[in-house]
T-cell receptor
Framework: DTGVSQDPRHKITKRGQNVTFRCDPI?????LYWYRQTLGQGPEFLTY????????KSRLLSDRFSAERPKGSFSTLEIQRTEQGDSAMYLC??????????????FGPGTRLTVL | AQSVTQLDSQVPVFEEAPVELRCNYS??????LFWYVQYPNQGLQLLLK??????LVKGINGFEAEFNKSQTSFHLRKPSVHISDTAEYFC??????????FGKGTRLSVIA
């Protein structure tokens, strides 16, 4: 299996601009998660999908953030009108839903966003 | 709500010495626990996981962890560390097929 891939790896933008990140999960994985990690902290959950359905959104996900997974494969995360506080590493993870125990999430390399 | 606490933010250790990174969890429902490692400017790599069965879990790179329900702990151990083990380590948990809740991380620094 190829792993989870994310594009771009780095993004520098000016405050007020829109940015979009892409995540390609491990093939056949039906779950896809987005997390945000700020400096010196552990990742924090943003949102997740099962196939193309968005199942849950964190309170961290303001209305400037939107995520899609239109065909149940890759996903995009868009941030509109970026703010300096959006600067962080955005991590994507994928997994296969399990019946008896928990799924195991595999992470991509992340997209580091810097808002100037 | 589930929470995960990593008791040490930084752990320095000499090369070839043993190390233990501590993790405690709180949950009123079934709990599944994971340890991930993060090297600088990279994503998270799964070290090991506890889903069910034996409470002693072995992972990659010589790491192991023990699930202790009475002490609500899932400490990570390695009997002899290498310089290449220098990284950030995250403990995480969930209640099954749900988003992970992460601790704040422990920075392991291996000293030559």
């Amino acid at each position: 299996d190829t792993g989870v891939s994310q594009d771009p790896r780095h993004k520098i933008t000016k405050r007020g601009q829109n940015v979009t990140f892409r995540c390609d999960p491990i093939s056949e994985h039906n779950r896809l998660y987005w997390y945000r990690q700020t400096l010196g902290q552990g990742p924090e959950f943003l949102t997740y999908f099962q196939n193309e359905a968005q199942l849950e959104k964190s309170r961290l996900l303001s209305d400037r953030f939107s995520a899609e997974r239109p065909k149940g494969s890759f996903s995009t995360l868009e941030i509109q009108r970026t703010e300096q506080g959006d600067s962080a590493m955005y991590l994507c993870a994928s997994s296969q839903l399990q019946r008896e125990v928990s799924d195991t999430q595999y992470f991509g390399p992340g997209t580091r966003l810097t808002v100037l | 709500a589930q929470s995960v606490t990593q008791l040490d933010s930084q752990v320095p250790v000499f090369e070839e010495a043993p190390v233990e990174l501590r993790c405690n969890y709180s949950s009123s429902v079934s709990v599944y626990l994971f340890w991930y490692v993060q090297y600088p400017n990279q994503g998270l790599q799964l070290l090991l996981k506890y889903l069910s069965g034996s409470t002693l879990v072995k992972g990659i790179n010589g790491f192991e962890a023990e699930f202790n329900k009475s002490q609500t702990s899932f400490h990570l151990r390695k009997p002899s560390v290498h310089i290449s083990d220098t990284a950030e380590y995250f403990c995480a948990g969930n209640s099954g097929n749900t988003p992970l809740v992460f601790g704040k991380g422990t920075r392991l620094s291996v000293i030559a």
